[in-house]
T-cell receptor, first 111, second 114 residues
């Protein structure tokens, strides 16, 4: 079957620290992979995506590389800001528009 | 325009009420979705419409009734809900390209059933 597993949160970091949020997936075929971010009280915003193996998605200083050999799509940022505090969801898009979401990882960034 | 607009933002309804949630997009997307999200949980898929036809129903109770009157609009009709149906209801849309394309989400409707 298809599934996404994310690291448990919350993750608490100081401003300017390095961020990694782990995401691994199980899928048959060749899904696209996504990171979405959700700020309190809001909907989900697409942060970045990768559509095939070895693609790197990037946006606003965040990066993730589609690794087929390790079935992973880890999210990284070199220097986090307080404004990055949110919940981050890893997702895969597969099988005619059905998206599979991970459980979400809450990030708290302290000044 | 990359917006998905949902109305209302908040809704409180009694268990005997009938209400509707509305969703609109003008990106030319032909796939539209309803998701339900409980606190501290990921979104759960409820329905998918493709070319205005229902293509996926994730075994949702009949008290939730979706409708897609045209390619820009998606409604969710609510009737005889239970308190456990209280959640954030998210609408999303995407292109129909075999699943390898991102979904754009609205801000959601925060529903409270009393």
């Amino acid at each position: 079957g298809n599934s996404v597993t994310q690291m448990e949160g919350p993750v608490t970091l100081s401003e300017e620290a390095f961020l990694t949020i782990n995401c691994t997936y199980t899928a048959t075929g060749y899904p696209s992979l996504f990171w979405y971010v959700q700020y309190p009280g809001e909907g989900l915003q697409l942060l970045l995506k990768a559509t095939k193996a070895d693609d790197k998605g990037s946006n606003k200083g965040f990066e993730a590389t589609y690794r087929k050999e390790t079935t992973s799509f880890h999210l990284e940022k070199g220097s986090v800001q307080v404004s990055d505090s949110a919940v981050y969801f890893c997702a895969l898009g597969y099988n005619f528009n059905k998206f599979y979401f991970g459980s979400g990882t809450k990030l708290n960034v302290k000044p | 325009d990359t917006e998905v607009t949902q109305t209302p933002k908040h809704l409180v309804m009694g268990m005997t009420n009938k209400k509707s949630l509305k969703c609109e997009q003008h990106m030319g997307h032909r796939a539209m979705y309803w998701y339900k999200q409980k606190a501290k949980k990921p979104p759960e898929l409820m329905f998918v419409y493709s070319y205005e036809k229902l293509s996926i129903n994730e075994s949702v109770p009949s008290r939730f009734s979706p409708e897609c009157p045209n390619s820009s609009l998606l409604n969710l009709h609510l009737h005889a809900l239970q308190p456990e149906d209280s959640a954030l209801y998210l609408c999303a849309s995407s292109q129909v390209l075999g699943g390898n394309t991102e979904a754009f989400f609205g801000q959601g409707t925060r529903l409270t059933v009393v």
